[in-house]
T-cell receptor, first 113, second 114 residues
Framework: GDSVTQMEGPVTLSEEAFLTINCTYTATGYPSLFWYVQYPGEGLQLLLKATKADDKGSNKGFEATYRKETTSFHLEKGSVQVSDSAVYFCALSVQAAGNKLTFGGGTRVLVKP | DAMVIQNPRYQVTQFGKPVTLSCSQTLNHNVMYWYQQKSSQAPKLLFHYYDKDFNNEADTPDNFQSRRPNTSFCFLDIRSPGLGDAAMYLC?????????????FGPGTRLTVT
């Protein structure tokens, strides 16, 4: 079956530090890949996505590249802010599975001033 | 703005007292999902509607039911809430034909069972 593995948190950083959250996947088909972010007490927001190999998704200073050869979709941001404190979920979707999302376990990120 | 709306944002119910959570969407998406999320764990899919077709996940308890009277609205009914059903409930939508099959989430309803 499909699965997503992401690094466990919490990840604690100082403001302006570099952030990397590792994500690897296994999929039976050709997946689309996503990063969702969840701020405290809120629902999930789509942060970025990629639909095919070597695509780079980017948004709000975050980037992730779809690496088919390593089955990875690592999230990076060059300079984090306190407002980036949230839980980040890596996820995949395969069309044959009815658009269902398979989530990783989530990584809590805490950015300190 | 097109969006997914969940009401109420916070719901308190008593042990064993039926409760209904609602979700509406202005995106005109044909697929709607209900998730249960505990303590910032990954959301757990309970069921989804593909148009009018209901799709239950194999491990969703019978205590959880859903209704979709039209494209815009979907309800989650918990027939006899237990303490273990206290969680955040997330509604999401998607549309057949979206290039990346992404889902759009509502803000969630936090359910407390007393």
């Amino acid at each position: 079956g499909d699965s997503v593995t992401q690094m466990e948190g919490p990840v604690t950083l100082s403001e302006e530090a570099f952030l990397t959250i590792n994500c690897t996947y296994t999929a039976t088909g050709y997946p689309s890949l996503f990063w969702y972010v969840q701020y405290p007490g809120e629902g999930l927001q789509l942060l970025l996505k990629a639909t095919k190999a070597d695509d780079k998704g980017s948004n709000k200073g975050f980037e992730a590249t779809y690496r088919k050869e390593t089955t990875s979709f690592h999230l990076e941001k060059g300079s984090v802010q306190v407002s980036d404190s949230a839980v980040y979920f890596c996820a995949l979707s395969v069309q044959a599975a009815g658009n269902k999302l398979t989530f990783g376990g989530g990584t809590r990120v805490l950015v300190k001033p | 703005d097109a969006m997914v709306i969940q009401n109420p944002r916070y719901q308190v119910t008593q042990f064993g007292k039926p409760v209904t959570l609602s979700c509406s969407q202005t995106l005109n998406h044909n697929v709607m999902y209900w998730y249960q999320q505990k303590s910032s764990q990954a959301p757990k899919l309970l069921f989804h509607y593909y148009d009018k077709d209901f799709n239950n996940e194999a491990d969703t308890p019978d205590n959880f039911q859903s209704r979709r009277p039209n494209t815009s609205f979907c309800f989650l009914d918990i027939r006899s809430p237990g303490l273990g059903d206290a969680a955040m409930y997330l509604c999401a939508t998607s549309r057949e034909g979206l290039a990346a099959y992404e889902q759009y989430f509502g803000p969630g309803t936090r359910l407390t069972v007393t």
